[in-house]
């Protein structure tokens, strides 16, 4: 896949303590983008030939949820079946549905509405209350956080799972995190009709370049060990993604330890600003694959998410 993370807004009420993206509502710095801007943006992606936007923000008081559903249904109106985009993550959903004072299930239906299919696991970090107390304990509990996915998904919106590891987490944090997740897909895949739960996992690393916490990037070693306890530990959901965002090519060795998707992304304001490198050297990164063994094949989200 090719794609590009839009980072609408940078300002966040949420302080999570490893975050080096988000200036405080009075802070200078602070931004908001306009839909002319969101339009500059995608028209990129589609001219170097990608099809899938992520929306990731902040907690911005100031922005109501008639922001999102505009911008939404703008995205639709303007380019139809072209490109797909993940609307938010389900820490921005939970913090949007509580601050326009809405169900959790009532928020999911207004953005369905305005023609999202999409919102993605981000926001999970390491679900373990004691992780989110240590470092994030404005952004929701864990328990809050599966409840909001379980919404989404009894709207009949798709979602995704997601992790970050290399902070101070511990290894039995990362074993509760897959536990957790699991236990989650067993059940929403028992319990919801018609739901294909979570379609896929991914995995990257934490970033500590400017974060207030700092600390020591963990080896790509070590990721894709993580990698593949996680293919063979989430058995029950069918793709596990590989991270060029947070490991560049090197990203692509992941494709020996159990992933069997990735996407070149061209811009993430969240992790660059706390030290991630992105190329645009598209062949370079896919000639490492193919060092490797593999062929790679370019995915059409867009066309995907039609069926
Ligand atoms: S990680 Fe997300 S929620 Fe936390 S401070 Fe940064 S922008 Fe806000």
Same mark, same amino acid.
């Not at 490109?83 to 949007?96: G, P």
């Not at 004072?101 to 679900?127: C, F, H, N, P, Y």
């Not at 990203?251 to 811009?267: C, N, R, V």
């Given at each position: 896949?090719?794609?590009?993370?839009?980072?609408?807004?940078?300002?966040?009420?949420?302080?999570? /303590?490893?975050?080096? +993206? @988000?200036? #405080?509502?009075?802070? $200078?710095?602070? &931004?908001?983008?306009?839909? *002319?801007?969101?339009?500059?943006?995608?028209?990129?992606?589609?001219?170097?030939?990608?099809?899938?936007?992520?929306?990731?923000?902040?907690?911005?008081?100031?922005?109501?949820?008639?922001?999102?559903?505009?911008?939404?249904?703008?995205?639709?109106?303007?380019?139809? /079946?072209?490109?797909? +985009? @993940?609307? #938010?993550?389900?820490? $921005?959903?939970? &913090?949007?549905?509580?601050? *326009?004072?809405?169900?959790?299930?009532?928020?999911?239906?207004?953005?369905?509405?305005?023609?999202?299919?999409?919102?993605?696991?981000?926001?999970?970090?390491?679900?373990?209350?004691?992780?989110?107390?240590?470092?994030?304990?404005?952004?929701?509990?864990?328990?809050?956080?599966?409840?909001?996915?379980?919404?989404?998904?009894?709207?009949?919106?798709?979602?995704?799972?997601?992790?970050?590891?290399?902070?101070?987490?511990?290894?039995?944090?990362?074993?509760?995190?897959?536990?957790?997740?699991?236990?989650?897909?067993?059940?929403?895949?028992?319990?919801?009709?018609?739901?294909?739960?979570?379609?896929?996992?991914?995995?990257?690393?934490?970033?500590?370049?400017?974060?207030?916490?700092?600390?020591?990037?963990?080896?790509?070693?070590?990721?894709?060990?993580?990698?593949?306890?996680?293919?063979?530990?989430?058995?029950?959901?069918?793709?596990?993604?590989?991270?060029?965002?947070?490991?560049?090519?090197?990203?692509?060795?992941?494709?020996?330890?159990?992933?069997?998707?990735?996407?070149?992304?061209?811009?993430?304001?969240?992790?660059?600003?706390?030290?991630?490198?992105?190329?645009?050297?598209?062949?370079?990164?896919?000639?490492?694959?193919?060092?490797?063994?593999?062929?790679?094949?370019?995915?059409?989200?867009?066309?995907?998410?039609?069926?």
């Amino acid at each position: 896949m090719l794609m590009r993370i839009i980072n609408y807004t940078n300002v966040c009420v949420a302080q999570c /303590d490893y975050c080096a +993206f @988000y200036k #405080l509502p009075s802070q $200078e710095g602070g &931004y908001v983008l306009t839909q *002319a801007q969101v339009f500059a943006k995608l028209d990129e992606l589609l001219a170097l030939g990608g099809d899938l936007a992520a929306f990731n923000g902040g907690f911005n008081p100031h922005l109501p949820l008639s922001y999102y559903c505009e911008l939404f249904s703008a995205i639709r109106a303007r380019y139809g /079946d072209k490109l797909e +985009f @993940y609307a #938010l993550t389900i820490a $921005e959903f939970l &913090y949007l549905a509580d601050h *326009a004072r809405l169900t959790l299930a009532q928020a999911a239906q207004q953005l369905k509405d305005a023609g999202v299919r999409w919102i993605t696991g981000g926001g999970s970090e390491i679900l373990t209350e004691d992780f989110r107390k240590r470092h994030a304990k404005f952004k929701y509990t864990v328990a809050e956080y599966f409840d909001a996915q379980r919404a989404i998904l009894e709207a009949g919106l798709r979602t995704t799972a997601t992790m970050v590891i290399g902070f101070d987490e511990t290894i039995d944090e990362r074993l509760e995190h897959l536990e957790r997740t699991r236990a989650f897909q067993d059940k929403v895949l028992a319990e919801i009709p018609g739901t294909r739960g979570l379609e896929s996992f991914l995995c990257w690393t934490y970033k500590p370049y400017f974060t207030q916490i700092g600390g020591i990037e963990i080896s790509t070693a070590e990721y894709l060990r993580h990698l593949a306890l996680s293919r063979i530990y989430l058995d029950n959901i069918p793709r596990m993604r590989t991270s060029v965002l947070t490991q560049n090519e090197r990203a692509l060795e992941g494709l020996l330890y159990g992933a069997d998707d990735f996407d070149l992304p061209i811009e993430d304001e969240v992790t660059q600003k706390a030290g991630a490198t992105i190329s645009l050297d598209f062949e370079k990164i896919l000639n490492y694959a193919r060092t490797l063994g593999f062929e790679p094949t370019y995915r059409s989200v867009a066309a995907a998410s039609k069926l």
